[in-house]
């Protein structure tokens, strides 16, 4: 019975040992040297003193050793946290810190940047360093924590894995809100096996499946490449990239059939030239992390001529929420899809009655891939985490569902459809107007790149619409021809009062469009 992270590894292990389990570059191993692998790294972390939902921090690319390190952890007992090798020093040091840490795993060069900012994370013991144990002159030793080698971590004696029970704390994904600091999300061994099983359930992943893993393992969209090949024996091939093209040529070499990634990554994707067989090899490609422009979506079904396109709706806080039915693409192409197997999907009023047919309201998600709530923070996980709607009062207290904050609709046929963030929402002129609907209207002219579409206060009439877009590649983008276009396209009350033309638009770690960095731009706040 699968109870623990650990187990979708061990089980994928007994049955196909030799079977190719995870690739970086040109290096695989075996499902039965990962297991190995997680085996002896869970065994040094418990000889180093870590014990049940203990906190085990990993902030490395993509490599053997991370994923040999978050599942060892699952061995272990502890918990995982993973954190995007993109962060910064001070970043990395407020996870470590908010999290309480009490082992840290990286590389020297990573730990001789944050060594300064290490000395605030008091609960830090034990940092394990990918390669050798940097000399005493290299400056990066400490009185507060004791520094071993990873070689030195997995040779020992081997302990048996630690199993207890699925609603132990598992991972803590941190997540960064629209405001304030970085949110640590609380998933469940539960939470994180029933999302494999979903998502490859209706993804039809198969052992055959070569998956590519592009994007962050401190993503929830990322580490579910992991989990999703491990529940069925698949290969994941794990890809740190710094050009779109990196991404492209390590599918072509290992043969990649499945691949899932964030809108502005598929936009320089779908852009590149693939070979017809590697295109061809394509199963299946899958959005999340935002809304893919339609004439991204129609370049890439016209590239991947014999895959299915999977436009999926997620956040942290569930793991993945909802799907569309690639059979439903060409009816629906604007819609999220249904609820993910598992799940519930309601859309809900102000005050917790539930919408009718194609009344904007909250989406609320119930079931088993609910998070546990926000780390070391109960009030916000109380105004996220909250009982379902509808249910019997005296049920609703061990089982809560969560208020995403996100508007959505849902039609007569019970397909949803997002609206925006309630946060994002521009209130201009009496009217409430989706970012979204803007920015899918400067795509659909043929001259952007990217667009982010903000509401600026304006004490006329509450906020006026400025449009952030650059332009296609080797071409030029003219602000005024893009309000010309666009005035062909909305109703005047959503038409931009300005757009401002950049080269790139800002990202966030995680490879989304960075909305908030750009309001800071373009406010100077």
């Given amino acids: 019975m699968r109870t623990q992270l650990h187990h979708l590894l061990a089980e994928a292990a007994q049955r196909d040992a030799d079977a190719p389990a995870v690739t970086v570059r040109d290096a695989t191993r075996t499902y039965g040297q990962m297991w190995t692998d997680a ?26 050793e991370t994923v040999a390190a978050i599942f060892g952890t699952s061995t272990a007992g502890a918990t995982f946290v993973p954190i995007n090798p993109l962060l910064r020093s001070h970043q990395v040091a407020f996870i470590l810190d908010d999290c309480e840490a009490r082992v ?63 609603a132990s704390m598992a991972a803590i994904l941190y997540t960064s809100g629209s405001t304030g600091a970085p949110k640590g999300v609380v998933l469940s061994h539960r939470n994180l096996i029933v999302g494999a099983e979903s998502v490859s359930g209706y993804l039809a992943n198969t052992a055959d499946d070569v998956i590519a893993a592009a994007l962050p393992l401190s993503f929830d969209a990322g580490f579910s490449q992991l989990t999703t090949a491990f529940n069925v024996g698949a290969q994941v091939v794990l890809i740190n990239y710094l050009a779109p093209a990196d991404v492209r040529n390590q599918c072509i070499a290992h043969g990649v059939t499945g691949l899932t990634c964030v809108p502005p990554l598929w936009i320089q994707l779908a852009d590149l030239e693939w070979p017809a067989d590697a295109a061809a090899g394509i199963r299946y490609f899958a959005n999340t992390g935002g809304r893919m422009p339609k004439a991204t979506l129609d370049q890439l079904r016209a590239q991947f001529v014999n895959a299915e ?155 006026h619409i400025v449009v952030v877009a650059s332009p296609l590649a080797d071409q030029s983008l003219d602000a005024d021809a893009l309000i010309a276009a666009l005035r062909k396209r909305l109703p005047r009350y959503m038409v931009p009062r300005q757009v401002v033309v950049t080269p790139d638009i800002p990202r966030s770690p995680n490879g989304k469009l960075d909305r908030n960095r750009v309001r800071a731009e373009v406010t100077g706040a």
Wanted: hydrophobic share 35%; glycine share 10%.
């Fill in 104 to 166: 840290l795993v990286t590389t020297p060069e990573r730990l001789a940047v944050l060594r300064d900012d290490l000395a605030r994370c008091a609960a830090l013991e034990h940092v394990v360093v990918i390669s050798e144990v940097p000399e005493p002159d290299d400056g990066i030793r400490s009185d507060t924590y004791r520094i071993t080698a990873w070689k030195d971590l997995v040779d020992g004696p081997e302990r048996p894995a630690v199993n207890g029970i699925d």
């Fill in 39 to 64: 085996v002896a790294a869970g065994s040094g972390f418990g000889r180093l003193g870590v014990s049940t939902e203990d906190r085990v921090a990993v902030y490395l690319d993509k490599r053997i």
């Fill in 309 to 463: 396109p999977y436009l999926m709706y997620g956040l942290t806080e569930a793991f993945r929420s909802t799907y569309l039915d690639p059979a439903e693409v060409d009816r629906r192409p604007d819609s999220i899809g249904k609820a993910i197997p598992n799940a519930e999907i309601l859309v809900v009023r102000h005050d917790g009655s539930l919408c009718d047919p194609n009344e904007p309201g909250e989406l609320v998600h119930r079931g088993a891939l609910v998070a546990q709530g926000y780390w070391n923070d109960p009030e916000r996980t109380a105004e996220r985490f909250r009982p379902a709607p509808g249910r019997p009062p005296g049920l609703t207290s061990g089982e809560p569902a969560v208020w995403s904050g996100d508007l959505v609709s849902r039609d007569e046929d019970g397909f949803l459809y997002f609206i925006s963030r309630n946060d994002e929402m521009i209130k201009t002129s009496g009217y409430r107007v989706s970012p979204t609907e803007i920015e899918e209207a400067a795509h659909d002219t043929g001259l952007v790149r990217h667009a982010v579409a903000l509401g600026i206060d304006d004490d006329r009439i509450g906020q």
